[in-house]
């Protein structure tokens, strides 16, 4: 548990209520403070790159030229670093799983070679009639495009928020620090990765897994299940913030949705045309009434904080 010198007024953390709530329960009853759950945040703000290396943006037309959810993207950290051994295997299993793939290789990060003169002449060229190796990526960039179907990382936890909320599954290979828990995290109980042991047949089937197995598929899914559930916690907070009358009788069936679906592009368009979300002589089911049935934490602290029970 972080002990600051100074005693907090309130924690801001860079996570989401329903995916930590028995950890951030531990961290109110510590700290005994408010804690405000306000991520993930590089969907909230832009976020530079942390690394000091230029992004290859040459990456993304070729992603433009791959099938949808068919490409393994590998990004071990700004910091790693590992052994020739390890790299080579990675190599290998990469190539051996016959999928397409964009490797990401920081100059020095394998120990004793520049960038990637570790590989055998005859395994590059095989590398190079599906995959591609680039010094960095712009990641952001790269988890959001379709044609990525899995990431393998250190798990960090940006890189795990990124590709959580992107709906691409992940192979963990954690090194340090945080990285073993959120790998845990990512692979036990959201069930969205696969811990990954580095041997070539391991590595091979680890990657078809998460790209053409069923496994994937049910990764996706629960990726996209994150996706939606922060979706209403968007829409919850954007109607509060329009000044949403949480006690109307009605209210738009339309606006209903929104909140129903998470539909938070649909509600920035209700708010920039002008239309009052407390429209009234719909459906009975108002935005609060719905975003209470599918228990956001968000929707309980506006109950809290404007003293409505809903019945």
Same mark, same amino acid.
């Given at each position: 548990?972080?002990?600051?010198?100074?005693?907090?007024?309130?924690?801001?953390?860079?996570?989401?209520?329903?995916?930590?709530?028995?950890?951030?329960?531990?961290?109110?009853?510590?700290?005994?403070?408010?804690?405000?759950?306000?991520?993930?945040?590089?969907?909230?703000?832009?976020?530079?790159?942390? !690394?000091?290396?230029?992004?290859?943006?040459? @990456?993304?037309?070729?992603?433009?030229? $791959?099938?949808?959810? !068919?490409?393994?993207?590998?990004?071990?950290?700004?910091?790693?670093?590992?052994?020739?051994?390890?790299?080579?295997?990675?190599?290998?299993?990469?190539?051996?799983?016959?999928?397409?793939?964009?490797?990401?290789?920081?100059?020095?990060?394998?120990?004793?070679?520049?960038?990637?003169?570790?590989?055998?002449?005859?395994?590059?060229?095989?590398?190079?009639?599906?995959?591609?190796?680039?010094?960095?990526?712009? $990641?952001?960039?790269?988890?959001?495009? =379709?044609?990525?179907?899995?990431?393998?990382?250190? @798990?960090?936890?940006? =890189?795990?928020?990124? =590709?959580?909320?992107?709906?691409?599954?992940?192979?963990?290979?954690?090194?340090?620090?945080?990285?073993?828990?959120?790998?845990?995290?990512?692979?036990?109980?959201?069930?969205?990765?696969?811990?990954?042991?580095?041997?070539?047949?391991?590595?091979?089937?680890?990657?078809?897994?998460?790209?053409?197995?069923?496994?994937?598929?049910?990764?996706? $899914?629960?990726?996209?299940?994150? $996706?939606?559930?922060?979706?209403?916690?968007?829409?919850? =907070?954007?109607?509060?913030?329009?000044?949403?009358?949480?006690?109307?009788?009605?209210?738009?069936?339309?606006? @209903?949705?929104?909140?129903?679906?998470?539909?938070?592009?649909?509600?920035?368009?209700?708010?920039?045309?002008?239309?009052?979300?407390?429209?009234?002589?719909?459906?009975?089911?108002?935005?609060?009434?719905?975003?209470?049935?599918?228990?956001?934490?968000?929707?309980?602290?506006?109950?809290? @904080?404007?003293?409505?029970?809903?019945?």
């Amino acid at each position: 548990m972080i002990v600051p010198k100074t005693p907090p007024s309130a924690i801001l953390w860079n996570t989401l209520e329903f995916l930590e709530p028995s950890a951030l329960t531990q961290i109110r009853d510590h700290y005994q403070v408010p804690i405000f759950t306000v991520g993930p945040l590089h969907k909230i703000i832009p976020t530079p790159s942390t !690394s000091f290396l230029e992004e290859d943006t040459s @990456c993304i037309p070729w992603l433009d030229k $791959q099938a949808p959810r !068919s490409v393994i993207y590998v990004s071990l950290g700004s910091i790693a670093n590992v052994d020739e051994k390890v790299s080579t295997e990675i190599a290998w299993g990469l190539a051996n799983s016959k999928q397409p793939f964009l490797w990401v290789v920081r100059p020095g990060s394998v120990r004793g070679f520049e960038w990637i003169e570790f590989l055998p002449e005859g395994l590059v060229s095989e590398m190079k009639v599906r995959g591609l190796i680039v010094k960095w990526a712009p $990641q952001k960039e790269v988890l959001a495009h =379709s044609a990525v179907g899995g990431f393998w990382s250190h @798990c960090g936890w940006n =890189s795990a928020l990124e =590709s959580m909320f992107e709906g691409v599954p992940m192979l963990c290979q954690p090194f340090e620090l945080d990285q073993k828990v959120n790998s845990r995290y990512l692979s036990y109980v959201w069930k969205m990765g696969v811990e990954v042991v580095v041997e070539r047949g391991e590595i091979e089937g680890a990657i078809r897994r998460v790209l053409v197995g069923k496994e994937g598929e049910e990764m996706k $899914q629960r990726a996209m299940e994150i $996706q939606e559930k922060n979706g209403h916690d968007m829409v919850v =907070s954007m109607l509060v913030e329009a000044g949403a009358f949480l006690d109307m009788a009605n209210a738009r069936n339309r606006l @209903c949705m929104a909140v129903a679906k998470g539909d938070v592009e649909f509600f920035k368009r209700v708010l920039d045309n002008g239309i009052n979300p407390n429209s009234r002589n719909y459906d009975l089911r108002t935005p609060p009434h719905i975003a209470a049935t599918e228990g956001l934490y968000s929707m309980a602290k506006v109950f809290y @904080c404007f003293k409505i029970l809903v019945l």
